[in-house]
């Protein structure tokens, strides 16, 4: 089952940067996004949304740690 991004930056169909530099910032985009929709999420008590927001969350926090890693090993 596959639900719509909670964020524009979060949305995983989006075609991803050519550059490794790039492609982290918009992972990190991602997260950051995603990390304060988190927080608007559980001050509203809304447990369904936010665990897909926790779905997406980890999604996105392995796509930057890859992203990381790639631009790590590039320097």
Do not use: K
Not at 1 to 12: I, Q
């Amino acid at each position: 089952m596959s639900f719509a991004a909670l964020t524009s930056s979060a949305d995983a169909a989006r075609t991803m940067p050519a550059s490794p530099v790039a492609r982290l910032a918009a992972a990190h985009a991602a997260v950051s996004s995603l990390r304060d929709e988190q927080r608007r999420l559980e001050r509203l008590g809304l447990e369904l949304p936010l665990a897909r927001c926790h779905q997406q969350l980890r999604f996105w926090n392995f796509v930057e740690a890859v992203c990381s890693i790639e631009t790590e090993a590039r320097s």
